[in-house]
């Protein structure tokens, strides 16, 4: 199993960029799937996740209005779209995959650095 995060950068406040998680060795459309971050000192959290239909979203009240998730099934790949950045977002980001999104997720991806400035 492989996911890989792409996309990363140095962006300004008031930008955007977009994540993309390549996945293989799982079936893609059976998973449900999560964008989380993690900033130096600060616990990890869940920012965004979508089923594995891709009908059901769900963001952080941080994010809400400015980052959007999406799947492209047929490419078995994850995006994040984020807008609006500001330098609060600065953070690793991780995909990770999961059966059900009430149960943990079992794959990881290995990063990507995202660093907002002010």
């Known amino acids: 199993v492989r996911l890989a995060e792409s996309g990363g950068g140095l962006v300004q406040a008031g930008g955007s960029l977009r994540l993309s998680c390549a996945t293989s060795?799982?079936?893609?459309?059976?998973?449900?799937m999560g964008w989380h971050r993690q900033a130096p000192g600060k616990q990890r959290e869940l920012v965004a996740s979508?089923?594995?239909?891709?009908?059901?979203?769900n963001y952080a009240d941080s994010v809400k209005g400015r980052f959007t998730i999406s799947r492209d099934n047929a490419e078995n790949r994850l995006y994040l779209q984020m807008n609006s950045l500001k330098p609060e977002d600065t953070a690793t980001y991780y995909c990770?995959?999961?059966?059900?999104?009430?149960?943990?997720?079992?794959?990881w991806g290995q990063g990507a650095q995202v660093t907002v400035s002010s």
């Open positions: 990770a995959a999961t059966t059900a999104l009430n149960k943990e997720f079992l794959y």
């Open positions: 060795g799982i079936w893609f459309g059976s998973y449900a």
């Open positions: 979508i089923t594995a239909s891709g009908l059901t979203t």
